[in-house]
Each structure stands twice: as C-alpha cells, then as structure tokens.
C-alpha cells in the first residue's frame, strides 16, 4: 500500500506541493470552501476577497468587459497558499456551465480534486460532468458534503447517490452529528474524535459512538445516531490509499463551509492523502516529478489580464525539476530557445515574479503569442507532454466578416484565437471560410468581443450546415485517406493539421460511425 504523504514540511519541494482544484455544481458552496482554504493559508485576510471577485467588483486581476456584464468569471486563476509544510495550488474553474472547455483543460493540470456536493441536493448534473473528465485521468477525488447545518439528506443517501451517480467507491472519514439546526458538529470515524461546531477547540478523543459527549450534543434522536455512526465506522469499506490514489475511491467529509466547519479536515486530508505532483506521461517516456531538469506544458492562456499592457499570460505547469527565472527553456514545438524572464506566481489578489518553481506549481507566463495551449517547455529535451484535451465542440459557426477586405487579418487573428484555445478552428477541405467551434455559447461571445477590441475586426456568425464533429483516425493510412476522399465536403483540418469529420447531426455522425468499419471517430483529442 502507498504510504500516506508526510505533513511535516520535510521532504523534497515536490513531495511537498499539492495541486487541485474543486469541482462543484454552481451553489454548492465552492467559492465559500475556497475562500476558507485560502484564509487557513492566510493568503487572504478577510473572506470575501473572492466572492469580491465574484461580486462583480473591480479586482486586480481584471476582467473582460463582457465578464462585467454578464457578472460571471470565465478566468480560471490559481491560488498559492502554505499550510501544514505544504504548499497548495488551487485552480479555480469557473463556476458557470457555459464556460467548460477551460475548465476541463485546467483539470488537466491538477494532482487532486476535491468534489463540494450541496447536502440537500446530491450530486448534480456540472459535478457528474466535472468527474467524468476527472477520471479521463485518473484524478483522485475527496468529497465534501457541504451545508449540514441546513436539512440535508440522509448521510447514507447521500453516500449511495455518490456510489450511483459516479460509480466511485464511498468511505465516510467523518459522521455529522445531526443536522441542520442541531448540527452540533462531526465525528471522525477514522481518528475516533469529535469536533463541535460551536466550540474553536482541539477534537476531543472518545472510544467509540457511545460516547457520553453525544448525549449532550445531541439530545435528541441519540440512539438513532449511534446506531447509523456505528453503521458507518463497522459497515464501510476501510480507506484504502492506493484506490484513492488510482481514482476508485473517494473519502467522504461533512461540514459546513459557511460556518468554516470541516475544512480543516480538507486540508489534513489533502496533506495525508492527496497525491504530491503524479508523474507525467510524456510522447516518449514518463517523467517524474523528482527529475532535476525542469519540464512543464501550458494548459491555458489568459490574454488581458492587464487591459493596460494586453499581455497573455500562458499557464505553465511545472511537471518536474525547478523552474528558474532568467533560465533559457526550450520551446520544443519550435525547436526555439525561451527565455523565462518574468515568469509570475499568483495569489488571491496579486501576482508576483517567481524567482524558482518546483514541480506541481503553476506560473504564468507573459508572451506575445509565441506560446500555445499543450506546448511543452523543458530545460532542453525533446518531450512533448500528452494530455491537454480538446473536446468535440458541440456548436459550430461561420464567422461572417462584415468588411471583406480584412480576410486575411481575419485568418491570422483566429489561428490566434484558436492557439489560445478561446475557441476551436477548423479549415475546411472545400476552401469555404474557417469554422469556429465551441463547447459553450459564452465562448463566441469572448470572440466577438476579443476580435473587436484586439483586431478592430467587427463580426457575426453564421449558423453553419454541421452540427456536431470528430476527430478521425485508422491504424490503415489507407482506409483514412480513402475516408478523407470520399466525403471531402464533409472534411476539415484543425489547427494541429488532424482530419476532422463534420457532419449535419448526431444521427448522420452514427450513420457514418456504422458504415465506416476501420475509422476512430473521436470526440476527444490531446493537443499535439
Ligand atoms: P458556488 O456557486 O459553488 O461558488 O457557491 P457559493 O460558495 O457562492 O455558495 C452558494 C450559496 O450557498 C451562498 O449563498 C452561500 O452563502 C451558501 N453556502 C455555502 N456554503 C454554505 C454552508 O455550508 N451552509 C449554508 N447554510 N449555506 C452555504
């Protein structure tokens, strides 16, 4: 069995960071939990600093006009703060639906999850999403039941609806000792302690749940309880580290982020339990995360940050070795060196120039457009990370150019666009103008924006004949040349060059499915 991580500070930078982000469902308390994480750190000092951002304020990591008016976020930023010995880098994904592609990418540079449910409701559609891609690879979640203190459902119901909904083995670390208004607090079947809600003391040891301390905090319906906790200690499966780690089992936690009650056990867990920076699969071998050379890929690029200077900011994830500021990486799609002279850390609030970074950290990056979303940046070998996802779009567009004599600007601002990852383009085969695709509709309305303000490029889309695309590929070059051949216009090639199939609906994309044996259509792609 895999030991359990150290807490203590010690051990090498690496094994010392933990990397995740929360997933929720909107509501579910995420944007409380975070900014209770973050005071434990003392990277805030007053909670609320991220519901200001929220809070459709002015903050110094600025917005988009069109993010003002709609009041949501679509950044996805990181947070870095230090507890325990460790150091925790939180991406944040953003909370509104539309929004998706982002946050799917920013999974991708995550060790860990840790999945908020709203106790009354369960789990729900965004979370159900939210985990599918986190098993794409394999990302070790922790539950947390949020809002005890309101009616919830029962613990087991709620347990077994995890195990349903998600197919993820459920094991509860702790017990909520009543709920709603007599939520009185938690115990820890695992330490065989009690945590009251109403008390900001050390947990108090008790032998089991007959424990006299139960009667007092709660008077009412005891027996009961005892019952269930008992049910709960004797009855679950034992934790067991290493189907955690694997992504087949989740602890469970209850609590109460608004009453900043449970999230201490969160972050014990995430020191105990959650995976230090996990070794990453490269095109021609695995690396580690103790590897002294430096290596990374960029799972996001994050253009006006400041509307003052237009920088892109390109999120790097260090996979492995130290990041040095002033060093020369190595650019590996292009061969070219890159010098990393600012390389930047950021914070609730600020940012700050990051003088070294290990592995599991997250610095951003200013460029011009040299770097692209699933580029890999090492101190000078050729590797390329794989997994950086692109997924299907599910709507596609014609962007339609109200002055024709910008075509050619058109073209390169959307090779840009599409490098950047705000939306996904496709060339068709038959010379007709670019398709632009979207997992969500806020997603066109970034480019519009972004091709206005940046490129003084006024568009509008078109609703185009396909609606839905796949990625295709054989293992007979033949048989997908002879494919390409034959449905030419039907075919189009993204922005890596790969064949894409576009078809009019889902049920003519099954019907080619059918009648091509020997073509993988896919619905995902890692970026090149
Ligand atoms: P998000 O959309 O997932 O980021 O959810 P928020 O953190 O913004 O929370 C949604 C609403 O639920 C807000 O009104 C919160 O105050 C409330 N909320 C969050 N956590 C709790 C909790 O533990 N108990 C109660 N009663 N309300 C909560």
Redesign the pocket.
């Known amino acids: 069995m895999t030991a359990p991580s150290s807490p203590n500070g010690s051990g090498s930078p690496a094994s010392r960071r933990r990397t995740f982000a929360i997933i929720?469902?909107?509501?579910?308390?995420?944007?409380?939990?975070t900014e209770k994480l973050l005071l434990f750190g003392g990277a805030i000092q007053l909670a609320g600093e991220v519901?200001a951002k929220?809070g459709r304020r002015q903050t110094s990591s600025d917005w988009m006009a069109i993010e003002r008016q709609r009041g949501i976020s679509v950044v996805t930023s990181v947070m870095t703060f230090e507890y325990g010995g460790c150091v925790f880098n939180l991406l944040d994904t953003p909370?509104h639906e539309d929004f998706s592609e982002d946050t799917y990418r920013t999974l991708t540079a995550v060790d860990s999850a840790i999945m908020?449910i709203d106790g009354a409701k369960g789990v729900e559609d965004r979370t159900r999403k939210l985990v599918e891609v986190c098993r794409l690879r394999d990302i070790p979640i922790i539950t947390f039941v949020?809002?005890?203190?309101?009616e919830s459902r029962d613990p087991f119901e709620l347990m077994d609806d995890v195990e349903k909904a998600l197919a993820l083995d459920t094991v509860p670390m702790t017990w909520p000792i009543g709920v709603g208004r007599e939520f009185a607090g938690t115990y820890d079947l695992v330490h065989n302690h009690v945590r009251r809600i109403d008390r900001d003391e050390e947990p108090i040891k008790v032998n089991g749940p007959e424990a006299a301390i139960f009667d007092e905090m709660l008077p009412v319906g005891t027996e009961a309880w005892r019952e269930s906790a008992l049910l709960a200690k004797e009855g679950a499966k034992p934790f067991d580290l290493d189907a955690y780690r694997e992504g087949h089992m989740t602890p469970v936690y209850f609590?109460?982020?608004?009453?900043t009650f449970g999230v201490q056990d969160l972050i014990d867990a995430l020191i105990a339990y959650a995976p230090a920076p996990r070794a990453q699969v490269a095109e021609t071998r695995t690396v580690l995360a103790d590897e002294a050379k430096m290596s990374g890929f960029v799972f996001k690029i994050q253009a006006n940050m400041d509307p003052n200077h237009r920088d892109r900011i390109a999120f790097l994830r260090v996979c492995s070795g130290k990041l040095a500021r002033g060093m020369k990486a190595k650019l590996v799609r292009t061969g070219k060196p890159m010098p990393l002279n600012a390389p930047q850390f950021f914070f609730a609030k600020d940012r700050q120039l990051a003088e070294e970074a290990y592995a599991g950290d997250i610095v951003g990056i200013p460029n011009h457009g040299t770097l692209r979303i699933g580029d890999t940046l090492t101190d000078g070998e050729d590797i390329v990370f794989k997994g950086v996802p692109s997924f299907a779009p599910e709507q596609l567009r014609r962007v339609k150019l109200k002055d024709a004599m910008k075509a050619k600007k058109l073209r390169e601002a959307l090779q840009q666009m599409g490098e950047e990852g705000v939306v996904q383009l496709f060339v068709p085969h038959d010379g007709s103008p670019a398709i632009v695709g979207v997992v969500g509709a806020l997603q066109l309305d970034v480019l519009k924006e972004r091709l206005a303000a940046e490129y003084t490029l006024p568009v509008d889309f078109d609703p185009c004949q396909f609606s839905v695309c796949r990625w295709i590929t054989s293992d007979d070059p033949a048989k997908l040349n002879a494919f390409v051949e034959s449905h030419g216009s039907s075919m189009a090639r993204d922005l890596d060059g790969a064949p894409v199939y576009m078809a009019s609906s889902a049920f003519s994309l099954r019907y080619e499915e059918e009648r091509a044996p020997g073509i993988t259509f896919s619905a995902i792609k890692d970026y090149q």
């Not at 949020?146 to 309101?150: A, E």
Request: positive net charge; without cysteine.
């Open positions: 929720s469902h909107p509501d579910a308390g995420k944007t409380t939990l519901r929220q909370g908020v949020n809002k005890m203190d309101r609590g109460s982020a608004l009453r």
